[in-house]
């Protein structure tokens, strides 16, 4: 996989987008405020500059999105038969299997078990595109172009960085809506500014976004401050069931299809989860287990102290040092020991030196 440099994206997209006949964006299954968000902004831009782009989503749970995506969310419920030109007409296009496009770009991933079902449009693609900031993971994604780079706090920076010129000369309404969607994915990857990895490059960006439009407050408030009285109902029973290990060192939650039943909730109740727990005393590992599935555990790792990324590597998963997550199957007390073992491990090499 070869990595090109910054100042090559633009021409790479939008020469690639010049030549071909369909063009599919698409992140991470699970998709998160990064990867979402610069789908948006990058099918704004597209379409701005005459180009049909859909992006390709594995579910319609995406109305934790909702503030960024114009209209009702029903009207991209469209057949996936698609129409007699062999457009969509919307927005979004769910995975099915007759489904292939020329162009497929993916954004904030770069492994292919990341991409579930839509890994095989990358296999039928003609041409594929990536930009990243995670660590390079295990089944890279094959493709012609390829940027990651983990020093930017989020993939809507890498893409801020690459169309900054062209996105200024925009149209004001098009312009503050790309830059809505940008500043959102500093927001999701940078947890509001509180993280690690933070620097003068994210907040000059933002500064930029800022002098385009937009309300720093009123996008804050639609990612974090956005609960229903059953998100939170949900969110404190999740807070009441953890429980510490290791001296207190490590804070696990844990959630169950049967407690989003019991709510009335979807998937999207259970986004930046482990934002509850930072900043907790003496703890140094914060785990979530979330059921998805009989048998079936996701798991978000965060740690300011040990690289919780070569911890989710092992189960197929990857991300960030400090945030990281996978999926893992088995019973949840198995689940929950092995994953406890492999912390505490980390944890007494690094108390060692070692």
Same mark, same amino acid.
């Given at each position: 996989?070869v990595?090109?440099?910054l100042?090559?994206?633009?021409?790479?997209i939008?020469?690639?987008?010049?030549?071909?006949?369909?063009?599919a964006i698409?992140?991470?299954?699970?998709?998160?405020?990064?990867?979402?968000?610069v789908?948006?902004?990058?099918?704004?831009?597209?379409?701005?500059?005459?180009?049909?782009?859909?992006i390709?989503?594995?579910?319609?749970?995406?109305i934790?999105?909702?503030?960024?995506?114009?209209?009702?969310?029903?009207?991209?419920?469209?057949p996936l038969?698609g129409?007699?030109?062999?457009?969509?007409?919307s927005?979004? @296009?769910?995975?099915?299997?007759?489904?292939?496009?020329?162009?497929?770009?993916?954004?904030?991933?770069?492994?292919?078990?990341?991409?579930g079902k839509?890994d095989?449009? @990358?296999?039928?693609?003609?041409?594929?595109?990536?930009?990243d900031?995670? *660590?390079?993971?295990?089944?890279?994604?094959?493709?012609d172009?390829?940027? *990651?780079?983990?020093?930017?706090?989020? @993939?809507?920076?890498?893409?801020?960085?690459?169309?900054?010129? /062209?996105? /200024?000369?925009?149209?004001?309404k *098009?312009?503050?809506?790309?830059?809505?969607?940008?500043?959102?994915?500093?927001l999701?990857?940078?947890?509001?500014?509180?993280?690690a990895?933070?620097?003068?490059?994210?907040?000059?960006?933002?500064?930029?976004?800022?002098?385009?439009?937009?309300?720093?407050?009123?996008?804050y408030?639609?990612?974090?401050?956005?609960?229903?009285?059953a998100?939170?109902?949900?969110? &404190?029973?999740?807070?009441?069931?953890?429980?510490t290990?290791?001296?207190?060192?490590i804070?696990?939650?844990?959630?169950t299809?049967?407690?989003?039943?019991?709510?009335?909730?979807?998937?999207?109740?259970?986004?930046?989860?482990?934002r509850?727990?930072? &900043?907790?005393?003496? @703890?140094?590992?914060?785990?979530?287990?979330?059921e998805?599935?009989?048998?079936?555990?996701?798991?978000?790792?965060?740690?300011?102290?040990i690289?919780?990324?070569?911890?989710?590597?092992?189960? &197929?998963?990857?991300?960030?040092?400090?945030?990281?997550?996978?999926t893992?199957?088995?019973?949840?007390?198995?689940?929950? /020991?092995?994953?406890?073992?492999?912390?505490?491990?980390?944890?007494?090499?690094l108390?060692?030196?070692?």
């Amino acid at each position: 996989m070869v990595m090109e440099h910054l100042k090559q994206i633009h021409d790479a997209i939008v020469g690639s987008c010049q030549t071909v006949g369909s063009i599919a964006i698409m992140s991470h299954v699970n998709p998160d405020g990064d990867g979402f968000s610069v789908s948006l902004a990058l099918q704004c831009y597209l379409r701005a500059k005459g180009f049909s782009a859909h992006i390709v989503i594995d579910d319609w749970d995406i109305i934790q999105f909702g503030n960024l995506i114009y209209g009702d969310i029903d009207q991209w419920h469209t057949p996936l038969t698609g129409n007699e030109d062999g457009s969509y007409g919307s927005k979004f @296009v769910l995975i099915h299997p007759d489904l292939q496009y020329d162009l497929v770009i993916v954004l904030d991933c770069n492994s292919m078990e990341r991409l579930g079902k839509r890994d095989e449009l @990358v296999v039928k693609a003609k041409k594929t595109i990536l930009l990243d900031h995670h *660590i390079l993971e295990h089944q890279p994604i094959p493709c012609d172009f390829c940027y *990651i780079r983990t020093n930017h706090v989020s @993939v809507g920076v890498i893409f801020f960085l690459a169309f900054r010129k /062209e996105i /200024e000369e925009l149209e004001p309404k *098009i312009r503050k809506y790309i830059a809505d969607c940008i500043y959102s994915s500093i927001l999701n990857d940078t947890n509001n500014f509180t993280n690690a990895n933070v620097d003068t490059e994210c907040f000059e960006v933002s500064a930029c976004l800022t002098k385009w439009g937009i309300t720093p407050k009123l996008l804050y408030q639609n990612m974090f401050q956005n609960h229903s009285p059953a998100e939170i109902n949900f969110i &404190g029973e999740t807070l009441f069931r953890s429980q510490t290990y290791f001296e207190g060192r490590i804070f696990v939650m844990y959630s169950t299809l049967e407690m989003l039943k019991k709510y009335g909730l979807g998937k999207e109740a259970l986004s930046n989860m482990t934002r509850w727990a930072q &900043g907790i005393q003496s @703890v140094d590992v914060v785990i979530y287990l979330r059921e998805q599935g009989e048998g079936s555990y996701r798991v978000s790792l965060r740690s300011p102290i040990i690289d919780v990324n070569r911890i989710a590597s092992i189960y &197929g998963g990857g991300g960030h040092k400090s945030a990281s997550g996978c999926t893992i199957l088995g019973s949840y007390q198995l689940v929950l /020991e092995d994953l406890l073992g492999r912390i505490k491990e980390s944890l007494n090499t690094l108390d060692q030196g070692t």
